[in-house]
């Protein structure tokens, strides 16, 4: 019988395979920004997402997250703004392998508020980004200590 | 094929409160298993919604969404009976759709 579990390891061996062999379909990853994602800094990613000036720190950008986290592997963040004309808002951790966590387009129909959950590698500076249409960047920050205990103290 | 989404969609006057819990390994490519060999990056990186089947949010994602990931977001001009189509890919261009109704 084929567990789920075998199920999935198979799919990952065979994708690895096909990676390594360059003969990963690239048109299923076209849209991804690659060049953002690989971004090291906080401002090379913003750059990939075309804002033009260097990020400027705003009061109407909120990031939501934890003064410390107890666990790396699930911390919880959000980012929001009452700013008007943003097309892009940015999650970012600044000592993280690659800096950009996630970026969400903002269109008429959803408010500029959204949460989710990000891992972190250490403690770091967090930063929430929004990018206006008209190639603005502004931010909020925030340090989150990263607990290695596991159970708090 | 992953494990189906968890959607609660929830109505708040003309507003909708949307959370979806992704069942994803979201596999960083920066760890090493038992072997030392380092295991190959494996993470959603395109996630979209739709209401009534009109797309209304897209996002990008990295390695560093948590396990398992969440999102919560509010769809503006949403009421009970809507449809909310949540759909995501991963870098191995596995896809994935569910679908809840606003309550």
Same mark, same amino acid.
């Given at each position: 019988?084929?567990?789920?579990?075998? $199920?999935?390891?198979?799919?990952?061996?065979?994708?690895?395979?096909?990676?390594?062999?360059?003969?990963?379909? @690239?048109?299923?990853?076209?849209?991804? @920004?690659?060049? *953002?994602?690989?971004?090291?800094?906080?401002?090379?990613? =913003?750059?990939?997402?075309?804002?033009?000036?260097?990020?400027?720190?705003?009061?109407?950008?909120?990031?939501?997250?934890?003064?410390?986290?107890?666990?790396? *592997?699930? =911390?919880?963040?959000?980012?929001?703004?009452?700013?008007?004309? =943003?097309?892009?808002?940015?999650?970012?951790?600044?000592?993280?392998?690659?800096?950009?966590? $996630?970026?969400?387009?903002?269109?008429?129909?959803?408010? *500029?508020?959204?949460?989710?959950?990000?891992?972190?590698?250490?403690?770091?500076?967090?930063?929430?980004?929004?990018?206006? $249409?008209?190639?603005? $960047?502004?931010?909020?920050?925030?340090?989150?200590? =990263? @607990?290695?205990?596991?159970?708090?103290? | 094929?992953? &494990?189906?989404?968890?959607?609660?969609?929830?109505?708040?006057?003309?507003?909708?409160?949307?959370?979806?819990?992704? #069942?994803?390994?979201?596999?960083?490519?920066?760890?090493?298993?038992?072997?030392?060999?380092?295991?190959?990056?494996?993470?959603?990186?395109?996630?979209?919604?739709?209401?009534?089947?009109?797309?209304?949010?897209?996002?990008?994602?990295?390695?560093?969404?948590?396990?398992?990931?969440?999102?919560?977001?509010?769809?503006?001009?949403?009421?009970?009976?809507?449809?909310?189509?949540?759909?995501?890919?991963?870098?191995?261009? &596995?896809?994935?759709?569910?679908?809840?109704?606003? #309550?």
């Amino acid at each position: 019988m084929t567990t789920r579990r075998d $199920a999935l390891k198979h799919s990952a061996v065979v994708a690895g395979l096909l990676a390594a062999t360059g003969l990963f379909p @690239t048109l299923a990853r076209a849209s991804w @920004t690659k060049s *953002a994602f690989d971004a090291r800094s906080i401002a090379d990613a =913003v750059k990939a997402y075309g804002a033009g000036a260097a990020p400027a720190e705003s009061k109407d950008v909120t990031l939501t997250a934890p003064d410390i986290a107890e666990n790396g *592997a699930v =911390v919880p963040m959000g980012v929001a703004t009452t700013l008007p004309n =943003v097309k892009h808002l940015l999650l970012l951790v600044e000592k993280n392998p690659s800096a950009l966590v $996630a970026k969400f387009d903002v269109s008429d129909a959803v408010e *500029a508020n959204f949460l989710t959950r990000a891992k972190m590698g250490q403690s770091s500076d967090v930063y929430a980004v929004a990018i206006t $249409a008209d190639g603005k $960047a502004l931010f909020a920050k925030k340090e989150v200590k =990263v @607990t290695l205990g596991g159970c708090g103290g | 094929m992953a &494990d189906p989404m968890r959607i609660r969609a929830q109505a708040q006057g003309d507003k909708a409160l949307v959370r979806v819990l992704m #069942s994803h390994e979201m596999e960083t490519g920066q760890r090493k298993d038992a072997a030392g060999k380092v295991i190959p990056a494996w993470h959603i990186t395109e996630v979209a919604a739709a209401l009534n089947g009109k797309p209304v949010l897209a996002a990008e994602w990295g390695p560093a969404v948590a396990k398992n990931p969440f999102l919560q977001f509010t769809l503006k001009g949403a009421k009970a009976g809507d449809k909310v189509a949540i759909t995501w890919k991963d870098n191995h261009g &596995d896809t994935r759709t569910d679908e809840a109704t606003i #309550s």
